[in-house]
Structure formats: C-alpha cells, structure tokens
C-alpha cells in the first residue's frame, strides 16, 4: 500500500486486534482533517462458524492476487493508446444496469456473448471508429463485471484521426475521468467526444486549456463531424438487418433441429441480425438524443418543448400500454410474451409465464400522447444551425432522424430480446430433461452449451453440467461476500474506496410526493400513484408502465437508458441511476418527495 493514510488505517487495525486478541470483530471509527483516527467501538463477530472461518480466509490473498492483476492491466498496452486505466461497473455497456453487481454465469457469459465480446467492436468499425475487435471491452473481477475505461476511450476514437493525436485525447479523457468520478454514468455526455453536435464546438474549448492547438482541435471536430454524418446513412442498414432476425427466427424455432442447435444458431443470428444492429440504432439513438440536447441548449427549444417532443413519440412501450387493455391475453403474450425483467436472467420469469403477476388488465392506464411539432421558425434556425457544423442534412431530415433513431432504438431492443428469451427457455428444456433445477442451470456459462454443438464426446450431458455448476456454485457464493467499488482508479481501490454519490438523471421538470412501492420481486400490491424503485433501468421492465404510477426511481442507469428514453416519452417523472449509497438509504422510507425541477429527492416524515 503506498498510500499514507491506508497503511496507518491498516497499522491502527492490526493494533485493534492484537488488543482485542480477536480477528473477528467489527471496529468503528472516525478519521479528521488531519488524518488523525480515533476509535468509536470495537463488537466481537460472534456468528462465524469454522466451515465460513476457513473459506473467509482467502479472501485475503484473493484481494492481493486482484489487486496485482488490476496493477498489471493498467501498464501500456502494445495495442492500445493510452499510459493507464480504470474500471467502472456503469461505462458504457453499462453491466451493472443490465446484468447487475454480481450476475449469475449464464446471464453474464450470455451478455458477453451477445455484445461484449466482438459485437460492440465491430459496431463502431462500422460507423468510422477505431477497430478494437481484438480487445474485451468488459473484463469481471470476482465475478463483478467492469467496463475497461482504456479499451471504451479507444474505441470512441474515429478512425481518421492521427495516432499521436488520438493518443494524446485519451490520456486526456483518461485523467478527466479519474479527477470526475461522479459522472461515471454520464461518460458520453461529460467526459469523451463521440459524435458532432450543435454544441461540440463550444465544448472542445476545453481542449485548449489542456494543450491541444487549433489545428489539434479543428481535426478532431472534423472527424466527430463525419462519424455524424455516417450515422445518417448506417441508420437505414441497422433497421434492415432487423428484418432478417425476425425471419431467421420463425425458421429456427420452426425447425426440427436439436434443441442445443437452435440455441447455437440463435444466438449467431442474433449477434450478425440483432445485437449488432441494435448496438447500431443504439448509437444513433444517443446522437439523437446529443442533437436534441444541443438544440436546447442552443435556444431553438425549451426544455418544456423537448419533453414535448419526446412524449410524441411512440415507441414499443406506449404500444404495450396501450395493448394490454385492447388485446386478449392470448394476443399479448404473443406479442409481449418474451419480455422480462432483467433481460439475460434465466430465474426471471418472462410476461407468458408471469403474466397474472405482472398485469392488471382492469386497472392499466393508456397514454396520452402529445401532437408535438417544431415551428417554422425554428425550423429555419436549425438549418443555419446546419450550414455552419457541415452536417449533411437538412433540418426536416434531422428531427425525423432524431424520431425515428429513439424509436428503432427501443424496437431493437423489443426485438432481439426475443431471442435471448427464446435461448433462455432452451436451456430451461434442457435443465427439465436433465432433471436439474432452474436455479441450478443459471450457473453453467453458455459457452458451455455451446461446445456441445460442434463436439461430442462420451461424456453425459447431466454429469458436465453439474461438474461446473458445483465450481460456479462455490465461485459465486464466494466473490458475493466480497464488496468492490463500482470504479476502481487504483490497485488500492479493492480494500480502500469512497462511495461516490451519484448525482442521479432526472427526466422531466415534474414535482411529485408520494409512497415508495420497491420491486425487488415480484407483487401484487397496489402500483396506483406510488413512486416505483427497481435496482436497474433494463426495459424489461416495461410493464410497470401499464400501471398507475406516480414516478420511478433506480439504482443504476444512464442519462440515456432505456428506461430515461421511456419516462421521458411517458412524461412519468423519474430518477435514473442514483446510485448505491442514495437509493439504499431512500428504499425503506415510507414516502419520498421527487422533485425533477430542481433535482432532488427527498424522505417525507
């Protein structure tokens, strides 16, 4: 440990417990200005017994051998820019929103699979950055899944730019993500450059002050400016090969293959079809959502007019709304019936088998849409706005760009969910044939299923699967008892960290009061005008919304996740991602005031 506060808080401990002749004990104290620590109080833990004992010691070496490794990944990579990094759990691919802090093996082999492992790369080769296929963009400590801040910055350089230049900019954005913690969920829109708009101009000023020159400067608006405009044409490309999952998907369920063949192929065409494209519509969502931004702060709306326009559009989540009271049950889960909680989890139960639990059809709300339109005038003023940033568009294009981009982006989603649902229900056919419990398939990796497509071997089916299941068990209920910080900055990061209040992403300027409904499972109380708090902003949790609610509050999730899009085009006030610390505390109070105007929540007596 090098720091000088860390060894003295280490020296004071082993003080405490050589005193106290005593390992097991819980100490509290208080550390001042002038680093000076003083003991509140010292309990015995009086609840561990020999078998726990022998397993807690390990956790020990275990952090020592994380926090070598951690300091062997942030030395200079030969194919990567940049002196150093980090690791964050909410970066963008976002894994603790979508698969959570500590995910079952199946959930984050499948998430890895699907997205991190090539996809995301190959993504954005497509739309004119950087090729980083050969790099992981999510790595896990412990079981926890981290987002390597190196490779994302690296892939969110274009293409074009110079390699002394692009590695200039990353160790730029590198050390502003160290020194801004806080917007750790916030990266596209605080920290890094990844698309051009209406504002980048103003905003790379910045640059300036951090020794980059004009011409330093003028490259790198050129290169965000032709990533825009690549945008408007892979748009159309994304939403065609959306056509092609949906075809291959009918022929494949359809099919008489085995069913360890149809997981095989689903998930190929879901990668070449699905996630690929929706990492696409994704990326064209969030420039969307930049553009939009940009105009307001540019004056040409108000913040009034781009809540406005975001409640006028639909996506798939106003349809459900409104299909769960218009259509029979039979008809909604044909449609919706794929659809669950926490996507990649195979515990969780989709909308066809927990349908009576998840929906009221005599107490579901629709709706009401606004008929939002931009005004001539400004209209005009986005044109101008156009000619001087060289974007190939005019501005009726662009706000249909911006419509279409946040609704494809949603529909995506909607869509390849249904192979992952599909590949899901596979893997239960095959736990039920192998008389293995859900719970216990949950702890197989999917490149295990995987193997058995293109080998055979004499070995039963039963007996590989609960080889690893009992290694994955133990793994599991081991990395559970140990805490690591969402953001690790330094090797001492595992034992020492600050929780980081998380400022959270308000939607809306609405200020409402009201009792707190959390949804850690599922339930039949009543939703009608309570304010909902969920752990993550994963869109499978869509059917809160054909409910009466008053808010939503999560734990987890960006300015621009799935469910920011939804409160937004709902116009349901809401807190995105507040983090950890907030919501822990916020989640056992009775009622809560959420007040998106002036972004605060606070706790009602």
């Not at 293409?159 to 230049?165: E, G």
């Amino acid at each position: 440990v090098k720091n000088k506060l860390e060894k003295k808080i280490i020296n004071f401990i082993n003080e405490i417990i050589n005193v106290c002749g005593n390992k097991f004990i819980d100490i509290e104290f208080a550390i001042d200005k002038s680093n000076k620590i003083y003991l509140l109080q010292v309990r015995p833990i009086t609840t561990i017994n020999k078998k726990e004992f022998a397993s807690n010691s390990n956790i020990g070496p275990t952090l020592f051998k994380l926090s070598k490794k951690i300091e062997k990944l942030q030395k200079p990579h030969h194919s990567l820019l940049g002196n150093s990094t980090a690791f964050g759990t909410m970066p963008d691919w976002n894994p603790a929103e979508m698969i959570g802090i500590h995910p079952k093996p199946l959930a984050l082999s499948l998430y890895r699979e699907l997205i991190t492992n090539t996809v995301w790369a190959n993504q954005r080769r497509a739309y004119g950055y950087r090729d980083m296929s050969s790099n992981q963009l999510m790595t896990t400590f412990l079981g926890t899944p981290y987002i390597d801040i190196r490779v994302d910055f690296n892939s969110w350089i274009p293409s074009t730019l110079p390699n002394k230049l692009a590695e200039k900019l990353i160790n730029f954005y590198i050390k502003k993500y160290k020194n801004n913690i806080e917007f750790h969920d916030k990266i596209e829109f605080e920290i890094i450059y990844t698309c051009f708009n209406f504002g980048t101009d103003e905003r790379l000023r910045e640059l300036k002050k951090n020794n980059f020159s004009q011409k330093e400067i003028k490259l790198i608006a050129d290169s965000l400016n032709e990533i825009t405009n690549k945008a408007f044409i892979e748009f159309e490309n994304d939403n065609e090969n959306l056509k092609k999952l949906s075809s291959n998907f009918d022929k494949v369920i359809n099919s008489e293959m085995y069913v360890i063949d149809k997981i095989y192929w689903l998930i190929e065409d879901c990668k070449r079809y699905g996630t690929l494209a929706f990492a696409g519509l994704a990326r064209c969502g969030f420039i969307a959502v930049d553009l939009l931004n940009s105009l307001e702060k540019s004056k040409v709306i108000s913040q009034q007019e781009k809540y406005k326009f975001f409640s006028s559009i639909n996506t798939i989540t106003t349809t459900m709304s409104s299909d769960i009271s218009m259509l029979s049950k039979k008809e909604f889960i044909k449609k919706y019936g794929h659809l669950r909680p926490n996507t990649y989890d195979i515990t969780s139960m989709n909308y066809s088998n927990g349908y009576n639990k998840y929906f009221e059809k005599n107490n579901s709300t629709i709706h009401k849409k606004n008929n939002f339109k931009f005004k001539s005038s400004q209209i005009i003023l986005i044109d101008k706005l156009i000619k001087k940033t060289r974007l190939s568009i005019s501005a009726k294009s662009l706000i249909k760009f911006i419509k279409n981009s946040i609704k494809s982006r949603e529909y995506a989603k909607y869509l390849f969910s249904k192979n992952v649902d599909a590949i899901l229900t596979l893997v239960s056919q095959i736990a039920k044939r192998n008389k293995m419990s859900i719970s216990d398939i949950s702890f197989i990796e999917i490149q295990t299923i995987l193997f058995q497509y293109y080998n055979l071997s004499g070995n039963a089916l039963k007996d590989i699967f609960e080889k690893e299941i009992k290694i994955n068990k133990r793994n599991y209920n081991f990395n559970k008892k140990i805490k690591l910080p969402h953001n690790i900055i330094n090797p001492s990061n595992v034992y020492f960290y600050s929780n980081i209040a998380s400022k959270g992403n308000f939607i809306g300027t609405k200020d409402v009061s009201g009792k707190i409904l959390y949804l850690d499972k599922l339930t039949k109380e009543n939703f009608n005008n309570k304010i909902i708090f969920i752990e993550s902003a994963d869109p499978g949790y869509d059917f809160i919304f054909t409910r009466k609610i008053l808010g939503l509050v999560t734990k987890f999730g960006g300015a621009n996740s799935h469910m920011a899009i939804r409160c937004a085009e709902l116009n349901i006030p809401a807190a995105i991602g507040i983090g950890e610390k907030t919501f822990e505390e916020l989640k056992i109070k009775s009622s809560i005031r959420l007040n998106c105007r002036t972004q605060k929540i606070d706790f009602i007596l």
